[in-house]
């Protein structure tokens, strides 16, 4: 309001203005007239003695203020003219901006969500995750640690804990039923209040009330938004109605809000502490997570010294052994936050300082083009200069200039970064941190400073180096119209090389990132993953002590499953090849061996007879499990590789005999030997594994592995089907391929990769482009000299050799010193890589020649160019 009103007062006064200056001439005019002079005369006379029109008009506004603000306008009218006459500069360096500060946008808008948001939780920043820290790396907390933490108020405002699962041996996992269609959810313990003390209220219902944290009371649950939707259609009636988790049943009163996702579970349940598992005296004790509240003013040290003082206190009452063991725990109090956030803040500072490098990349080829753009309007500066404008105006000029440029960059990359982060980005943000993003003010805030900080980059030398005007050598007849001198080229050499530089250290670092992954899908499996379907089966934990009808139900599904049209073979295991560990043995007893072998333990693993069979790993000696190997039969063994060579070292395995327990347990006789596989991740050498026929060995929980002779997902139907025509109330879980869990072992690499990948093609495709830019105008700009070197005998070889040796000279320094630079920061890459080392010397070597070869490319086209300079024409034009 306060603007329009200044420029309607600002309209009256020039209309003022221009009528008084009218009069005051029409008035001498006619004074001179009645004096007797001509009247054309007399015009002229007056307007001389009145003097310069423009000028005086410049002196009146100065008078009136707000003089910046029209100079302003001026300018940015005049830039907008000046771009668009030159709408292919305009456009290229729209686009370059707009890909640096996309980029850059797309990642701090994940760090953002991840770092800078709080959680969604109530004054997230007091709560603080309470653990003790063994000094051999573990970190948990026991129940009667938990309990006596709770009473120390004076430094926690609340306290809360949840649990493993139900039951421990088969984690959080469960089966639900008794409502719809069997499902595998997730149930969590939790304490009492834990809820309340992180500021969430269920959307329907209610939370624990302290009777139900009590033995006998606690068969009640709340259910997660997700499970109320997807297993009971969202009804409102769903309060107090039962339901059934591995059989138990219990009543439901209430429902959390959508995306609560720590702690991470389906179903909530009471965790139940009392004299029977929370004191010093119990023969066991829950194994806790505990998340508190720091009163306000408290820190992070005085707390940690505050509940180890207490837990200290409880030592003595523990037996000896325990006690002995306490003196290694220390208390650890870390920001929930932190917790949450985990490894990605060292991945997403990589990535900041990679799109960093891009956006300095595209800022130096700016520079570049502006600064080729500042000689081709030298004359103007010169003339602009003559009549009167100072240097700080030209400056002033050509930084408004930049601002237009950076405003249309900013916008175009805000949203084309945005838009990557939703589409592309969302992985990176771990699990139980919100992952809905969205545009907020400090992504505003972020996208104006890097576009302020770009346009001072790119717009400030070039504006200095082109207001430096000599009007006595620029307007001599002849002089120099365009062109720059040396030290300008040297600048513009030194950004280039400066370029190179960056680019070399981001093709580094995904070159070592492509190697990573390489090495990593290069290893030998010891299986055949293709057309392989598993699917796992946890029986429900009343079936846990009665270990003939867990062997039964299994055995029923597998001979369904082998009738299935589409099955070529179908297997049950408790541990396949790349997941985690069911079962270890910390160390085996042998006969005709070593009598004893420990240190690193055994896995465990219970299957069906045709499980190699299925899974295609090669038996190497004695003969596979088969029908009579049943429960009263022999115990019986079978042996991978790694743990034959390991327990009986060059001796025969097949045979002898082994067991668990020492010398006076019952033994098993090792009847085979089987190739090792990646039984545990792809980046570990194989584990020594023992396996054992499930019918001696039953377990309640195995993952059926089906071999297809079509595309595995099309039996997944027929699997589930002859699971529920064996029982109806039992759900499979994890239905996949096995490529499919390979491909989920590896897509974290191979999302790093692309990302990088990415980042670095940009910068090698900016850094082309800006060399071949560079040589373009040098050549463009020595025409005359190129026609008169070869009117005087050059030979186009000559012209070819100089020109891309004095273009690829700043690249090659540049390759120089990104060797360098990557030499000291690819180290930071090592948590990421997996059998190359941060400085491989073949991937250094491959991007120095793969730069070097676009480098070359930039330049020969231009040279090849200067060639074919006629150089009649050439001095002629001159």
């Known amino acids: 309001m306060k603007f329009r009103l200044h420029f309607k007062r600002r309209r009256e006064r020039e209309r003022e203005l221009d009528e008084e200056i009218r009069a005051h001439l029409a008035m001498a005019i006619r004074e001179r007239i009645e004096q007797g002079e001509d009247p054309a005369e007399a015009e002229a006379n007056a307007r001389r003695e009145f003097g310069n029109v423009l000028l005086v008009k410049e002196i009146t506004r100065d ?74 790396g573990n970190a948990t907390v026991i129940a009667p640690d938990f309990k006596v933490w709770q009473k120390q108020s004076q430094i926690l405002d ?25 499902d595998r959810v997730t149930a969590v313990p939790v304490t009492v209040g834990f809820f309340r003390m992180l500021g969430v209220r269920p959307i329907l219902g209610r939370e624990f009330t302290s009777d139900e944290g009590q033995a006998g009371h606690n068969q009640v649950a709340l259910l997660g938004a997700a499970v109320w939707k997807r297993d009971f259609g969202g009804a409102r009636g769903i309060l107090n109605t039962t339901i059934r988790l591995d059989g138990t049943p219990y009543t439901v009163i209430g429902v959390m809000p959508a995306g609560l996702l720590y702690p991470p579970g389906d179903i909530w349940v009471p965790e139940v502490l009392d004299n029977s598992n929370s004191l010093p005296q119990s023969a ?16 992070l040290t005085e707390a940690e010294s505050v509940l180890q003082v207490v837990s200290d206190r409880l030592s003595p009452e523990f037996s000896p052994g325990r006690r002995l063991a306490r003196r290694r725990w220390r208390v650890q109090v870390v920001p929930l936050h932190q917790l949450l956030v985990g490894d990605a803040q060292h991945l997403l500072l990589i990535l900041l300082a990679a799109v960093g490098f891009v956006l300095l990349i ?23 200069a003559a009549l009167g404008a100072g240097r700080l105006r030209l400056v002033r000029q050509a930084l408004t200039e930049s601002l237009l440029l950076a405003i249309p960059g900013a916008c175009v990359g805000l949203g084309a970064g945005l838009w990557a982060e939703k589409k592309a980005l969302t992985p990176l ?48 007849e002849g002089g120099e119209q365009t062109g720059q001198g040396r030290g300008t080229q040297r600048l513009r050499g030194l950004l280039v090389m400066g370029e190179t530089a960056l680019a070399l250290i981001l093709l580094a670092g995904a070159g070592l990132l492509a190697r990573s992954l390489l090495q990593l899908t290069g290893e030998k499996l010891g299986f055949n993953p293709d057309k392989l379907l598993i699917a796992d089966a946890w029986l429900p934990a009343t079936l846990i002590d009665q270990p003939q009808r867990q062997a039964n ?73 088969n029908g009579q190997d049943a429960p009263g039969r022999r115990d019986v063994a079978i042996l991978s590789q790694s743990a034959a060579q390991r327990i009986f070292g060059n001796q025969e395995a097949v045979g002898k005999e082994i067991s668990f327990s020492g010398p006076k347990a019952s033994r098993m006789t090792v009847v085979g030997v089987v190739a090792d596989t990646r039984n545990y991740t792809l980046e570990r050498q194989p584990w020594p594994e023992i396996f054992m026929p499930f019918q001696q060995q039953p377990s309640p929980f195995m993952t059926f592995v089906v071999r297809t002779k079509g595309k595995p997902l099309q039996v997944a139907a027929s699997l589930k089907q002859a699971v529920q025509d064996v029982d109806q109330n039992q759900p499979v879980s994890n239905i996949q391929t096995m490529d499919d869990v390979i491909g989920k072992f590896v897509a974290p690499r191979r999302f790093k990769l692309v990302l990088v990948g990415i980042f670095a093609i940009l910068a090698l495709v900016l850094s082309a482009v800006g060399l071949y830019g560079i040589v373009s105008y040098s050549v463009a700009e020595r025409t005359h000299e190129i026609g ?49 080392a941060p400085t491989d010397p073949l991937t250094f070597v491959a991007v120095s020649l793969i730069l070097i070869a676009v480098a070359l490319a930039a330049c020969y086209i231009p040279a090849r160019r200067a060639t074919k300079v006629d150089p009649m024409v050439a001095l002629r034009y001159e």
């Not at 949840?162 to 069997?182: R, W």
């Not at 080829?365 to 500066?381: C, F, P, S, V, Y």
């Open 553 to 625: 139900f299994f055995q029923e599904v597998l001979e369904r499953l082998r009738a299935t049209p589409g099955v070529e073979s179908a297997a049950a295991t408790t541990h396949y090849p790349v997941s985690i560990f069911n079962a270890l043995a910390n160390g085996v007893e042998a006969t005709g061996g070593r009598s004893s072998v420990r240190g690193k333990p055994f896995s465990l693993a219970y299957i069906s007879p045709s499980y190699f069979q299925t899974m295609e790993i090669p038996l190497l000696k004695g003969r596979p499990f």
């Open 63 to 136: 008078q009136w203020g707000w003089r910046w603000l029209e100079t302003f306008l001026q300018d940015v009218r005049y830039g907008l003219r000046q771009l668009r006459r030159n709408p292919g500069f305009t456009t290229i360096a729209v686009l370059t901006l707009a890909l640096g500060i996309g980029a850059n946008t797309a990642i701090f808008s994940v760090i953002d969500a991840t770092l800078l948001r709080p959680l969604p939780y109530s004054d997230p920043a007091r709560l603080v995750d309470l653990s003790t820290f063994h000094l051999n």
């Open 788 to 836: 008169v070197r070869m009117a005087l005998g050059a030979q186009k070889g000559d012209v070819l050799q100089m020109v891309i040796r004095e273009g690829l000279t700043p690249a090659l320094l540049g390759v120089a010193v990104g060797v360098v630079g990557a030499l000291a920061l690819t180290r930071f890459l090592s948590s990421l890589l997996y059998g190359v």
């Open 284 to 299: 066991d004790w829950p194994m806790l997570t505990v998340i508190g509240r720091l009163k306000s003013g408290v820190g």
């Open 362 to 384: 595209a800022c130096a080829n700016l520079a570049n083009l502006l600064l080729a753009r500042a000689a081709a309007r030298k004359k103007e500066m010169t003339i602009r």
């Open 429 to 476: 943000v771990p699990p139980e941190l919100p992952s809905a993003i969205g545009l907020d003010y400090r992504i505003l805030v972020f996208v104006i400073l890097i576009s302020a900080s770009a346009v001072i980059f790119f717009g400030l030398i070039p504006s200095l180096i082109s207001s430096r005007i000599d009007l006595n050598e620029a307007l001599k």
């Open 158 to 182: 609340g306290i809360g804990a949840f649990g493993l699962g139900l039951v421990s041996e088969y984690g959080p996992s469960v089966n639900l039923s008794g409502t719809g269609g069997p």
